[in-house]
C-alpha cells in the first residue's frame, strides 16, 4: 500500500524558517517524481514544487522561488521542503504527492499526482 | 503560467442526478487535464487524467472528455459519497501545474 506521511507542521512567525518532511512506504520511492501542494484554509489547491527522482531537476511555482527548497533523500524514501523567510500568505496545509510523470533524454515531464499524503498545517503568524 | 477556469464555481444536485463540471484552460494543453474529488479535511484524491483515462478503483460513473483549452468532467448518476470539491489541473509543458478554482458540489 502505499502511503506517504507529513510532518514538521506549525507556528512560525513572520520571517522564519520551516522544514517539511515526508516519509513514503509501499513503493519504490526512487523512482518517481514527487512534488508539494498546498491549500490556504479555505481556499483551493496550489501547486508547489517538485522534483525529478534524483533531486537534479527542480521547479517551483513564482511565489516560493528563492525561499523554498525541494528536496530528497532516496536512501530513506524521504522528500523535504525546506521553507526560509515565510509569509503569512504562506499559511496552508502541504500536501506531498507522488508525480507520475518520467523522465527521458535528460529532460523530465512532470504530470499528474496519482497518491498525496494527509497534509501538514503551517501558519505563519506573529 | 497557464490559467485554469473551472465552471460553475457551486453546483447544487440530487442523488442520481447526471452533473457536469466544465473546466477551460488558457491555452491548448493538448490532454494534460486531470481531475481530483476532495472531500472536507481530506486528501484530493485523482479521479481522471490525461483527459479521460479513469484512475484505478474510481467508479465508471465518472468520466472526462475534451482536449485543447475546454474539459468535462461529468459523473452519470450523483451518489451520497459524491459530493465533494472537484478541482482540474493542467499538466501541460513545464510546471507549475496549476489547478482550477475549484467546483464545490453540494446536495440540493
Known amino acids: 500500500e502505499v502511503r506517504l506521511v507529513e510532518s514538521g507542521g506549525g507556528l512560525v512567525q513572520p520571517g522564519g524558517s520551516l522544514r517539511l518532511s515526508c516519509a513514503a512506504s509501499g513503493f519504490t520511492f526512487s523512482n518517481y517524481l514527487m512534488g508539494w501542494v498546498r491549500q490556504a484554509p479555505g481556499k483551493g489547491l496550489e501547486w508547489v514544487a517538485n522534483l525529478n527522482q534524483d533531486g537534479s531537476q527542480k521547479y517551483y511555482v513564482d511565489s516560493v522561488k528563492g525561499r523554498f527548497t525541494i528536496s530528497r533523500d532516496n536512501a530513506k524514501n524521504s522528500l523535504y521542503l525546506q521553507m526560509n523567510s515565510l509569509r503569512a500568505e504562506d499559511t496552508a496545509v502541504f500536501y506531498c504527492?507522488?508525480?507520475?510523470?518520467?523522465?527521458?533524454?535528460?529532460?523530465?515531464?512532470?504530470?499528474?499526482?496519482?497518491?498525496w499524503g494527509q497534509g501538514t498545517l503551517v501558519t505563519v503568524s506573529s | 503560467d497557464i490559467q485554469m477556469t473551472q465552471s460553475p464555481s457551486s453546483l447544487s444536485a440530487s442523488v442520481g442526478d447526471r452533473v457536469t463540471i466544465t473546466c477551460r484552460a488558457s491555452?491548448?494543453?493538448?490532454?494534460?487535464l486531470n481531475w481530483y474529488q476532495q472531500k472536507p479535511g481530506k486528501a484530493p484524491k485523482l479521479l481522471i487524467y490525461a483527459a479521460s483515462s479513469l484512475q484505478s478503483g474510481v467508479p465508471s460513473r465518472f468520466s472526462g472528455s475534451g482536449s485543447g483549452t475546454d474539459f468535462t468532467l461529468t459523473i452519470s448518476s450523483l451518489q451520497p459519497e459524491d459530493f465533494a470539491t472537484y478541482y482540474c489541473?493542467?499538466?501541460?509543458?513545464?510546471?507549475?501545474?496549476?489547478f482550477g478554482q475549484g467546483t464545490k458540489l453540494e446536495i440540493k
Open positions: 504527492a507522488r508525480d507520475r510523470g518520467y523522465c527521458s533524454g535528460g529532460t523530465c515531464y512532470p504530470s499528474y499526482f496519482d497518491y
Open positions: 489541473q493542467q499538466s501541460y509543458s513545464a510546471p507549475p501545474h496549476t
Open positions: 491555452q491548448s494543453i493538448s490532454n494534460y
